[in-house]
């Protein structure tokens, strides 16, 4: 049993797949990566298996994601770190002391 549920474009050559399969008997969920290159075209290692008895868990932590958290945002602790000035440091142009 396979059911292709959509893939999601991860650069020219690499795709991700989700899909709904059975693997050693066990139904599950999978999230692979799927390449079409010149040397080699098919599923790669990378990617997750999800078990069918553990998948209510993956959707729940899922959804409890707000888009708003992938948005890039800078706290006040996420501050740019301080520049160190080469010549108070003692070091030279050539990275020299």
Known sequence: MEKDIGE???NEETKII???DD???QP??????????QNY????KAGVRIKADKFEDFKAMINS?????LTEHKTPTQQEPAT???D????????LM
């Open 84 to 86: 160190v000035d080469n």
């Open 41 to 44: 075209t098919g599923f790669t």
């Open 65 to 69: 994601i707000d888009s708003s958290d």
């Open 23 to 25: 693997f050693g008997g």
């Open 8 to 10: 999601i474009p991860k």
């Open 88 to 95: 108070e440091a003692g070091i030279d142009e050539q990275g």
């Open 28 to 37: 599950g969920l999978t999230i692979r990566e799927f390449v079409t290159s």
């Open 18 to 20: 989700i899909r709904i």
